[in-house]
């Protein structure tokens, strides 16, 4: 299922909804089997609701982040991940994490840099915060 880089919008490159959706699922996947993420991601498992809740949320920001229709109405960044003391490792695994999903889910390359372009201008509202 390769994405055509012509396409307009980088929501529209991803798949839309579905592909967007697909993405979140295996991004989601791969931090519950991450050995230095995992035990962030793993007490979401015991608490369905709060996990539909927040797969979502991470739904719905990756839509409107690619230029999608969808409104995230979840926590900022910055108010998210506040308390998490999240090192710069810990982050490096997560961006693995979504690579591995938009690899996986043949994203073109193109595709690929703007979500990485986006990942990395958030960095500063989830390290050490």
Request: glycine letters at 8%; charged letters at 25%; one cysteine or more.
């Amino acid at each position: 299922m390769e994405k055509n880089e012509n396409q307009n919008s980088l929501f529209e490159r991803l798949g839309g909804e579905a592909g967007i959706t697909t993405i979140v699922d295996d991004v989601v996947e791969s931090h519950m089997t991450n050995p230095a993420v995992k035990a962030r991601f793993l007490p979401l498992k015991d608490d369905t609701e709060h996990f539909k809740e927040v797969r979502q949320h991470l739904i719905n920001f990756f839509i409107m982040g690619s230029g999608g229709p969808n409104q995230y109405t979840g926590k900022d960044m910055l108010t998210a991940h506040k308390g998490m003391n999240i090192n710069q490792g810990e982050y490096m695994c997560v961006i693995d994490d979504i690579m591995f999903a938009l690899n996986n889910n043949n994203v073109d390359e193109q595709s690929k840099k703007d979500v990485l372009a986006i990942l990395y201008s958030l960095k500063d509202q989830m390290i050490g915060v």
